[in-house]
């Protein structure tokens, strides 16, 4: 990837301003560029800020959370009040507690989901962009057809093979963003290949392992992060709607798909119940693709959607 | 033309070949005896009967006669026999297919309706506030979750404010069709908002349209008539392209409305353990995205008359 400082960057310069600014871009390591980027990208900043903030919930929830979540606090289907903030639901359960609790599970699936999609993808890709031939047609071929299935349904499919719960709503969910990144990292391969530096390694003795692993690999790792971190909020989105579906998380386990989905019965009497879990979502997907959207534009100034 | 239309269909045959593979081989992975689940849903499980029962099915012959009963089957849109119903799955499937259908139709041109004007009032007004507005509300559509949006919908347009029936009544009222569209619709309407306003920033620079400018056109007409054509060709592809994601958020929208459709049948079919069912609503959607697909590919020309398919 080229790393050398884009010219719509330095907006109204001189020219010798420029010069001046090209040469210490220069200077500068990819990695320091790439932060300095994305700490100009407001919406990253925020939506870095809000994961961070949901990270923190996750790791000390079970401390802060003013109730158990398995456990009654309050009347059945008290609106929210100063006790339980965002209301209980027909168990009396406190939302709010459940709400807190919920952040890690999404976040462990996003991330889990995610990077089961990304090493079967990654590999994959690998393979068929460095080998070519027959493992390239057999390899895109496998992912053409995993991409024919549309969205959520094959998600749908393998968990009615591997049965409704949070772990295979993962795997499933895993399995079914795999061809993204193998179709991505083929592409990528295809062109890193050709670069001299890996036929000179190959000249000196490398084995294809190592030309792999050492040599090409690094030189697709960029777009794979941007894929990956956008690919977290759809797979946290992929897997709620499994367990709004009642085909992932089982109760009483506080996901937020599956408190949307308690509270759709009593939708008429008690809104809490659906609207809290469901903003969590919305937040946390939104923040997401926000540090998504700016790695990269960090990442890959050129390929700006 | 024809010559591309031709070899897209024959490309497609082998991805189609690999689907029904894929979806036949689901039920050998099913963990268990699927004869011994399919017999427990309904009646007392001897070892006789489930013998007997798999013999019926066909089970204990070689896999790939099984195959060819399967891919049978598929070509002759039998597509086997439901284990709820007794009926065949694809006269099952022909009953609900068109209440997807009307679901997608819907909700991709509602996609294109509210992304389009909203992508280019961001890019024309481009830094302003309206332009960070437009965009803030993309990208909330594209966060929110169908199933939370459906309910949420549901809460303000029917319960609080009456105006729109949460299921389709007899009356062939398109007013049903209103909120089940719209939450299936807002996501891929923030993508192509997004798409729009970086596509239509592209082209409003390119020599033509200052060309345009300079002639003294009004900045509407450069917009409409001139720059948003090309700006467009992208938009298109991920709207098609989208079909695939819309037929798969239906089965989460026909669960929320307690809607006919494909999905719902797919949902309850996994439920009840039915397997032909399941294979048969999966073979179908991906058969009709494969199909989308070709469609959107083949529509490119009609488009964008600067790509030639026939040479390549």
Redesign the interface.
Known sequence: MDYVSQPDESTSVSGATADLRLGRAKTESPWRQTVRRLRRHN?AMLGLTIVGVLILVAIIGPYIAPYDDRAIAGGSLSPPNRSTIMGTDVLGRDIFSRVLMGARISLTVGFVSVAIGLVIGVTLGLIAGFYGRKADIAVS??V???L??????LA??I?????PSLRNAMIAVGIGSFPAYARLVRGQVLSAKENEYVEAARIVGATNMRLMIKHVLPNVIAPVIILSTLRI?TAI?TA??LS????GAQPPTPEW?AM??D??NY??VA?WI??F??IA???T??AV??VGDGLRDALDPRG?? | MAVYIVRRFLYAI???F??S???FS?LL???GDPVSLMLSETSATSKAAVEAKRDQLGLNDPIYDQYGRFLKSVVTLRLGTSIQTNRSVGSMIRDVFPKTLELTVAATLLTFLIGVPLGVIAAVKQHSLLDTASMILA??G????????G??L??IFS?KLGWLPVTAQKGADLKHLVMPAVSLALGGAGIVA??TR?SLLEVLNLEYVVTARAKGLSARVVVTRHALRNALIPVVTIVGLQ???????A??VE??FARQGI?AM??NA??KKDFPL?QGT?LV??F???IANILVDISYAFIDPRIKYGER
């Open positions: 919406g071929m496998f053409d057809t995993m024919a299935f549309p969205g959520i349904l749908i499919a968990v009615s093979i591997l049965g909020g989105l709620a709607g709004f579906l009642g085909l798909g949307v989905n509270g759709r939708l008429r809104w659906t609207t879990p469901g979502i919305m937040l997907v939104l693709n926000q700006r959607r | 082998p991805v189609l690999g689907v593979i894929l979806v689901m992975l099913i963990p990208n909330v594209v966060s929110m979750p169908i199933f939370w949006l309910l949420i549901i809460y319960i997004r798409l970086s079909f695939g994601s819309l037929l798969g958020g089965v989460i669960a929320v999905g797919a949902v996994i439920q399941v999966v959607a991906a009709a995205y494969v």
